[in-house]
């Protein structure tokens, strides 16, 4: 058993370290569990495996509990090399590769080139594998080259030597025992020398050069005998007596087994007592080993658990973090809600304040114009009136220019509040289309005659075309339906001189009763430029208006286009300047004989009355009363005028009347208060309120304070007597609308 190997190495350990001093046990310092590990060496090499194996696992609990590897790694070699000693191999190789698996992990070559070593000697010379040992002893020499070790370097390649010449490989073994051989004498290691000799007789005895192997042996013998090294003697006298059975010497070669089989015997002996406290041991090893795999297993199991707990920092860490942020991220949140919330909150009062005074400004807007056209309407009945008294009663002012001229300034006047107040009420949604049934021939043609006077003084000639397809009666809105007309036709007149107008009414489709008739305006005179075909239709625009003359609010296209809207159509134009003008739209007129049968019945009225009415007027307005009376007294008519609510109350105690005409705005009591007053004594006289407010503005209060029908300031006096006649023999008196 070539045990020289190991035991080589460990003496290197325990003089590298035998002047490190033994710390505390409790609280074992780097070198005290250092010098622990050369303790356990020295009781190795003592044989004192059981002192040996105790002292190794104590250096290799503290290294453990140390965290380090280099110090496990040596624990381990010694507790190797104590399972190698006592014959325990499995065990050995198991420690040997766990204490290179510790020493891998450091940069302490001289550890790792002894365990490789180590390893090395069990696989070649207990486990009978050259080419594994082989490997380790390479490894072994790598890590001595890189520390300089040269001794280390040259036990290795000692054991490579022996192990190939072992095996009879000498060709293999040669280099390395050169090697050896060139620095044996450098070194002058006396622990190796009777070896090398050894090794160099089994060459030459190889080699069949047998003086020389000779020689060699008999070299190895003197020197082994001086330093008494029995195991290296039994060696040489075993392959000194192979050299001489060679040679034929086999008296010497006998002599020299006998010599071996001395030695054997001793060191057979010395082995069986190993042996002996290896069966004695044995129980304890096992103990042993089980301890160091407890410590093992513990660290493992710290390992795992330090792993664990790594994991579970590292996760909470995580977790913190993200509950942190999340917090940050629902208290950013939180505070930019509440600020967006606030702010919405104070957008919304905004609103609501901007939304109210919206509606106040609105209703101001509405009531601002009622009462502007109900104020300018008064004063223009006055100025219109007059003017046709004068124009009446004084023939020869026929011709006045000034008259002319007033009459039409009073007139456009009075167009420009109608437009206003019917713009204003379209846009607040307060017209509603009326059913009534008409002949479109006949209407056409009364817009052409009413307008014959702008045809007129402008040169121009108007031609109506009438398709005859379209049915004779109609049901719509004829008075909305008429006043487009007359809007587009006096357009037409205005904008052409000595030129044609053309209405033409054409019907296009039928859907159930529904009849669409498309209507063309169509004239030749100046035409509108392109540019501005989109804007005529804005309110108050009038395009190059040169003439001083001419009539128009620039109220009307726009007017026309909004009651358009309400018939569901849409207006077109096609146009070219100087070349002339058309404008197209369609609407859808019902027919239906049953209706119109129904509505033509309800509107017969006997207006061939010439019955001499005596009427009471109630107006303040002393010019309007001028007005009023006259108009009644033109038609044949009686009247009396009174110009308050109070002298009306009283004078109705004493006459009788059959109509009364009643104007609303009135200091002290309003037109609505004396007519309930007058119906609360039960007089049921009709009652028309002449009024500059519009219709439908007072209609409700009028009905409930039981007013018979209302007719706006300044009215044509042939719209009063129809009135007249309706409530007096007509049958809805009360309707108003
Ligand atoms: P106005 O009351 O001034 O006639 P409108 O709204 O009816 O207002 O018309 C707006 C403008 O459109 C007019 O001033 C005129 O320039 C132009 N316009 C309307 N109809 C015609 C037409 N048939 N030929 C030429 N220009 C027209």
């Not at 609280?27 to 050369?38: D, E, F, G, Q």
């Not at 025992?177 to 060459?203: P, R, W, Y």
């Not at 005074?357 to 609105?362: G, K, L």
């Not at 379209?426 to 479109?440: A, D, G, H, K």
Request: aromatic content about 10%; some cysteine.
């Amino acid at each position: 058993m070539p045990h020289i190997r190991i035991l080589l190495f460990l003496f290197f350990s325990l003089k590298m370290f035998s002047n490190v001093p033994i710390a505390n046990a409790d609280t074992p310092s780097r070198k005290a569990i250092l010098k622990l590990t050369v303790v356990a060496t020295t009781k190795l090499a003592e044989s004192k495996f059981e002192q040996s194996l105790a002292t190794a696992r104590l250096a290799l609990r503290y290294a453990i509990d140390r965290n380090d590897d280099e110090l496990i790694a040596k624990s381990y070699n010694t507790i190797a090399a104590n399972f190698e000693e006592l014959s325990e191999i499995d065990k050995a190789v198991f420690y040997y590769k766990k204490g290179l698996s510790y020493a891998d992990k450091t940069n302490n070559d001289t550890i790792k080139n002894s365990l490789n070593n180590n390893i090395g000697n069990v696989y070649c010379f207990e486990l009978n594998n050259l080419s594994e040992g082989i490997n380790y002893y390479q490894k072994a020499l790598e890590y001595s080259s890189k520390i300089n070790d040269s001794k280390g370097a040259y036990i290795t390649k000692m054991n490579i030597a022996w192990a190939y010449f072992y095996k009879g490989s000498f060709n293999k073994g040669k280099p390395y025992l050169d090697f050896i051989n060139t620095h044996q004498s450098e070194l002058d290691d006396k622990e190796t020398i009777v070896a090398v000799n050894m090794l160099n007789g089994m060459f030459f005895t190889n080699k069949l050069e047998f003086d020389k192997a000779d020689s060699f042996f008999k070299k190895a013998i003197i020197l082994g005998k001086e330093g008494n090294e029995q195991s290296d003697l039994l060696y040489v006298y075993e392959e000194y007596a192979n050299l001489l059975m060679k040679k034929g010497d086999y008296k010497m070669a006998y002599e020299n087994l006998v010599l071996y089989n001395s030695i054997k015997k001793v060191l057979e002996d010395s082995n069986k007592l190993k042996k002996a406290n290896v069966v004695g041991l044995n129980l304890e090893l096992d103990e042993y080993k089980r301890k160091v795999d407890t410590i093992e297993n513990e660290i493992n199991l710290q390992d795992i658990s330090l792993q664990k707990s790594r994991i579970i920092v590292i996760l909470f860490i995580i977790a913190f973090s993200v509950v942190l942020l999340l917090l940050y991220n629902f208290y950013r949140n939180n505070r930019f809600k509440k600020k967006k919330n606030a702010e919405l909150i104070i957008a919304n009062e905004k609103l609501f304040i901007a939304k109210e005074r919206a509606e106040e400004a609105s209703h101001l807007k509405s009531q601002f114009v009622s009462t502007i056209s109900h104020e300018l309407r008064t004063p223009l009945y006055g100025v219109v009136g007059i003017t046709n008294l004068l124009l009446d009663e004084h023939k020869e002012l026929a011709d006045s220019p000034h008259l002319a001229s007033l009459k039409f300034s009073a007139r456009y006047l009075l167009c420009l509040v109608n437009d206003v107040l019917q713009i204003n009420k379209i846009e607040e949604n307060r017209i509603v289309l009326e059913s009534l049934t008409f002949n479109l021939a006949d209407e056409i043609n009364l817009i052409k005659n009413s307008l014959s006077f702008i045809a007129k003084s402008h040169k121009n000639h108007i031609n109506v075309s009438i398709d005859p397809a379209i049915p004779e009666y109609l049901i719509g809105d004829k008075l909305r339906f008429s006043q487009i007309i007359i809007n587009m036709v006096s357009n037409a007149l205005k904008f052409t001189n000595n030129g044609e107008v053309n209405i033409k009414a054409d019907l296009v489709r039928i859907e159930n009763k529904a009849h669409f008739i498309e209507f063309n305006i169509e004239d030749n005179g100046v035409g509108i430029a392109e540019e501005d075909q989109e804007k005529i239709f804005e309110k108050f625009v009038q395009i190059g208006r040169k003439e001083i003359d001419y009539q128009g609010t620039g109220l009307g296209l726009s007017i026309v286009k909004r009651l358009l809207e309400l018939f569901d159509s849409t207006i077109s134009l096609k146009s070219k300047t100087g070349e002339g003008t058309t404008f197209t739209f369609t609407i859808a007129f019902d027919h239906d004989p049953i209706k119109t049968m129904e509505l033509i019945n309800k509107i017969q009225v006997d207006l061939s009355s010439s019955e001499i009415f005596k009427v009471l007027v109630v107006d303040d307005n002393k010019i309007n009363q001028l007005i009023t009376k006259k108009i009644i007294e033109k038609n044949n008519c009686k009247s009396r005028v009174v110009d308050s609510g109070m002298a009306a109350l009283a004078i109705l105690e004493t006459e009788k009347f059959d109509i009364i005409l009643m104007d609303i705005n009135m200091p002290l009591m309003n037109g609505f208060e004396t007519t309930k007053r007058i119906r609360q004594k039960g007089i049921v006289t009709p009652v028309i309120a002449v009024t500059a407010f519009d219709k439908e503005e007072i209609s409700e209060e009028a009905l409930s304070a039981g007013i018979n029908d209302i007719i706006i300031k300044p009215f044509e006096p042939v719209l009063l007597f129809k009135t007249i006649n309706q409530l007096l023999y007509g049958e809805n008196k009360t309707e108003l609308v």
